[in-house]
Antibody
């Protein structure tokens, strides 16, 4: 069965960086893109960006351009999201989500979420 | 950028009631509209893709309709397990961008 398993919770100081991993299993990793979505406490869902697991092409949300980098390691079927220059408003649960089998216009499998807390 | 609005932001209904949520896009998005359910502390779950297609395994009481700028999500008979927040999400291909609506919280009256 398809699974996306994310790394554990992180606590970071303002200005630091965080790198969250998302290990995929149960499908051919390079056949589907991965998006990252975050959710601040009590808030809605915010799409952060997308990476093709096939060729590494990326597209990032405009507001995060320059601070976020998404990568993949096809040898371990793992996607990574690194966010730099962390601020308190980056405190959120971060999810990875797989492009759906319906042409990639939606997300059919999600990771369990990783809480990143930014606090001095 | 395309903006998404949802209404209402929250609603309270009785078990068995018909529940309708609307989602509006700031410009024509064809049928590139999906609906997700999120329960507290859980990841979102895809319910409806491409405006009106039911994801495999999702109960048939959930449905979606619409195209262009106006979309509707319906629960035909609200069940206690449907308590959740529902999000619409649009998709742009060039460039590849996804935008979520602000969400609608559904409670039992």
């Amino acid at each position: 069965q398809v699974q996306l398993v994310q790394s554990g919770a992180e606590v970071k100081k303002p200005g630091a960086s965080v790198k969250v991993s998302c290990k995929a299993s149960g499908y051919t990793f390079t056949s589907y893109g991965i998006s990252w979505v975050r959710q601040a406490p009590g808030q809605g869902l915010e799409w952060m960006g997308w990476i093709s697991a096939y060729n590494g092409n990326t597209n990032y949300a405009q507001k995060l351009q320059g601070r976020v980098t998404m990568t993949t390691d096809t040898s371990t079927s793992t996607a990574y999201m690194e966010l730099r220059s962390l601020r308190s408003d980056d405190t959120a649960v971060y999810y990875c989500a797989r492009d759906s089998i319906y042409g990639g216009n939606s997300f059919d499998y999600w990771g369990q979420g990783t809480l990143v807390t930014v606090s001095s | 950028d395309i903006q998404m609005t949802q209404s209402p932001s929250s609603l309270s209904a009785s078990v068995g009631d018909r529940v309708t949520i609307t989602c509006q896009a700031s410009q024509d998005i064809s049928n590139y509209l999906n609906w997700y359910q999120q329960k507290p502390g859980k990841a979102p779950k895809l319910l409806i893709y491409d405006a009106s297609n039911l994801e495999t395994g999702v109960p048939s009481r959930f449905s979606g309709s619409g195209s262009g700028t106006d979309f509707t999500f319906t629960i035909s008979s609200l069940q206690p397990e449907d308590i959740a927040t529902y999000y619409c999400q649009q998709y742009d291909n060039l460039p590849r961008i996804f935008t979520f609506g602000p969400g609608t919280k559904v409670d039992i009256k």
